[in-house]
Structure formats: C-alpha cells, structure tokens
C-alpha cells in the first residue's frame, strides 16, 4: 500500500517520474521515482498487487501529478499480469534511470483509491475527463454508525425534558446531527453535509455523565462551526437550524436597523452549559 497526500506544490516528478537535485553532489541531479511509479513496479509481478491512496486529491493539480500516466488508467489500458501487452495496452513515456525516455504501462493489479471533499471551495473542480476514469463512490453521512459508535439505541428513542445518564445526551446528539444535515441537505446541498466522523473525534464513555457532557460540548462546537460556514452571512438560515424562532430554544434572532438596512444577529450563550446544550439539541432533534 502507498499513501500520498495531494496539495497545490504535488508535481508529476512526486507522483511518477522527475529529475529531482542530488543532496550529496551539488549540481547534479537524479531521477526519482514517485509514489504512483513504486507502486506500478510493485504489482508488475504476476501475483502482486499495490494499492495508491491519494488524500486529498482536489486539493492539487491532479491532472498535472498523473501526467501522461492518466492515459493508461482505464482497465483496458492496463498491462496485463503476464506482462504481455495487448492491442489496447496504453504505454506512455516516462524518465528512465539514466534520464533516457523510456516507454510505460500501468499494471492490471495497480489499484489507485482517492478521497475528496467536493464542498471544498478553495480549489478548482477536477476535469470531467480525469473523473471518468475513476468509479465514484459517495460516502454519506451515517446515523447508524454514530449509533454504533456511542452504543445507543438502534433507532430513535424518546429525548426526556431533564437529561439523567450518557446516552441522553449521546441520543440528543445523534437526532440534532441527523436534523441538521437534513436541512444543510435543503439549504446548500448534498456535498455541505457534514460527515458522521467529525463527531467520532475519541472514544464515547458511556458511564460518566461528565464525560458524556464534555464530549457533546466538543462535538457541538464542530457542529456549530460547520453550520456558520456553510451559511455564512445568511442568519436567517442559521436562525432557523437553531430554532431561534421558538421560545424553546436558548437563541434568539434579533432585527434591528443600520444605516437604512435590516441587520439581523444572533443572540444566546457562546459556549453554552451542558443543560443549556442539551435543551439545544433536544430542541433541534424535536422542532
């Protein structure tokens, strides 16, 4: 198995092949080998097999970092495990040892996996053609798992008024996650959702009320984070994730004037206490 993580500095010469600076001889330089080549040299061999995890894979210029390779991606470009090559083979040039051209396919057991955040505005989509060469698989966020997670309930149970034990509070948690994404779903969309692992951030104790209110302070204030950037500027939006409207809820939305323009701002404790956080989320989950 090979990782690499992709940012804007990756290059092909990190990925496949590339002269690179030799550290011992100023002035001279070497050829490397990237993450992608190692592995493709790994699975030549009939038997073997090399799987590529690229992380982050929006996040550089990832049609520049496969560079000729992205040719022999597709299944029926592939060498095939006996090393013969067939009429569809796609070989490519790469950099030799020497710095001499040389021609290159990719094996029929090199399996490249890639993980992305498509909601990332910071960097640029990928290319259609590049994404077509990949099966995409969506991964989405999961009640079940976080149920698996704090050992609670397999459905939804009943939230009381007055929180007495853990998985009161672990429920209240998993029903207002559950609700909020539904309405980031409605708002902004399927890719703002937040996955079930930013509240996985360590092991749930489930015997210590105290732990279980330090924990679900820690997960709301991902929660929260997430909420104000995906609305950010709209407090409409957020008033409404926060039932800011009902008498219920520890936040209120408050309109006033400014320079001839409605201003609106939310009003209600920054780091709220564990009742106040647990009355939120019930109220939330219940609304």
Known sequence: MYQTVFDQNTKYRDFMRGLVPKVSEPGAFTVTS???HRAALNARPDGNAALVIVDEIN???AVAAFGSALVGLEPDKRLPTDGNATST?????????NGEHEKFALPADLYILAAMNEADTSVEPLDVAFLRRFHIHR?????SVLRDHFGAALTPTTLPATPSEPADYYEALIQAFTKINAQILLGRGQAYQLGHGALMHQPAGTTNVGAAQ??????WATLRGH???V?????RAISEILRADT???IYTMIESTFAGQTVRRIVGPLRPSPGELYTLLRVIATE
Do not use: H
């Open 231 to 235: 609305f950010y500027g709209n407090t």
């Open 247 to 249: 008498s219920k809820s």
């Open 89 to 97: 083979t796609q070989f490519f040039e790469i950099l030799g040892n």
């Open 227 to 229: 909420i104000d950037e």
């Open 59 to 61: 996040r550089g210029p």
């Open 34 to 36: 990237g993450t992608l």
């Open 139 to 143: 991964l989405e966020p999961s009640e």
């Open 214 to 219: 330090a924990y679900v302070a820690t997960a």
